[in-house]
């Protein structure tokens, strides 16, 4: 059976924008894969966090995991800090990159501009990445247009290393679904709905009361004229829209179109916004039955016990083949 794996950072809430395009093929990867789902915490502090901030998060990321469907007895439901081999394979991998492969990195640009000073661990950021990733020797990396670029940084040190210290890391390959691999945000179609945008209303966070769903897609940035088309290129932000009702309502785009021939804008995003709360009321109720349970941090516990022995031979035979004195 492959292996899976992929993480969320427990910075800020979590969007439809996730499920959609992450959480949900999660769901249906567990049953026809070995799956590794990490809250990336180490991820996280690559920039500042508040501490109780960052704890509180990380509970509501795996609490939202589990009440979206990820069953801890299929899948592998940890937190990256809970196995402290990430950490020491992600060290290991800064001696193996090169300055000018992370100077290179999109997101380290991005994050980093126009601030006059830059975190180290920011920089490095994409070798721990690798390190999650190759510390189980992941055969498939679900990943966005704008993680592409640490996947093949990390499918170079994979073979950097297997060509210096003998064959040993499987090559990882992108796992990108056709459909729902982007949402896009409410208020600006060129941009992806992100949870670290500084405006909610661009945005629908899992745990939006319902009320505040209909709020935000009625107020959301619609292209000019009436029609209800799919047109990415011409209509960008109706086309965004339609992409989300499809998803949510089971619909596809050529029924929608359909369906608003003639109506306008105004009848779509109401329905669309009775489709995202029926999609996210289960899911709300289902995460708030967890949190008050506490059954979380068992099922956290025993899913950084099940990945740590795997973690720990491949830190050990890392480390063997790189020449390191071994205790006996």
């Not at 000018?100 to 601030?115: A, I, N």
């Amino acid at each position: 059976m492959q292996r899976v794996l992929s993480g969320i950072q427990p910075s800020g809430q979590l969007t439809l924008g996730n499920y959609i395009g992450a959480i949900q093929n999660f769901v249906k990867l567990q049953h026809t894969h070995e799956c590794f789902f990490m809250v990336v915490d180490l991820h996280a502090i690559t920039v500042p966090q508040d501490p109780a901030a960052l704890r509180e998060q990380s509970e509501a990321v795996a609490a939202i995991y589990l009440a979206a469907g990820i069953d801890p007895n299929k899948a592998n439901v940890f937190i990256q800090s809970h196995v402290p081999q990430h950490a020491e394979l992600g060290w290991l991998f800064t001696t193996l990159a090169y300055m000018g492969e992370l100077e290179r990195m999109t997101q380290f640009k991005d994050k980093s501009q126009g601030k006059d000073s830059v975190g180290a661990g920011l920089f490095v950021y994409p070798t721990l990445m690798a390190a999650d990733i190759l510390l189980y020797n992941a055969h498939l990396v679900p990943v966005g247009d704008d993680q592409k670029q640490h996947l093949e940084l990390t499918r170079d040190l994979a073979g950097r290393f297997n060509s210096r210290f003998s064959d040993y890391f499987n090559i990882p390959e992108p796992y990108i679904p056709k459909v729902g691999a982007r949402i896009m945000s409410l208020d600006d179609a060129s941009k992806k709905m992100s949870k670290s945008n500084p405006n909610p209303a661009s945005y629908i966070a899992l745990l939006d009361p319902p009320d505040v769903i209909r709020k935000k897609l009625s107020r959301a940035t619609t292209d000019s004229g009436r029609e209800v088309k799919f047109n990415p290129a011409e209509k960008p932000e109706v086309s965004n829209l339609m992409g989300i009702y499809s998803h949510c309502a089971g619909m596809s785009l050529e029924e929608i179109e359909a369906k608003y021939e003639g109506q306008g804008y105004g009848a779509f995003k109401k329905d669309l916004a009775e489709h995202v709360v029926a999609t996210l009321e289960p899911l709300q109720q289902r995460y708030q039955e967890i949190r008050s349970s506490g059954a979380v941090h068992d099922i956290l516990k025993q899913g950084a016990e099940r990945v740590t022995e795997t973690a720990s031979k491949t830190v050990r035979d890392v480390k063997e083949r790189m020449g390191f004195l071994l205790p006996r």
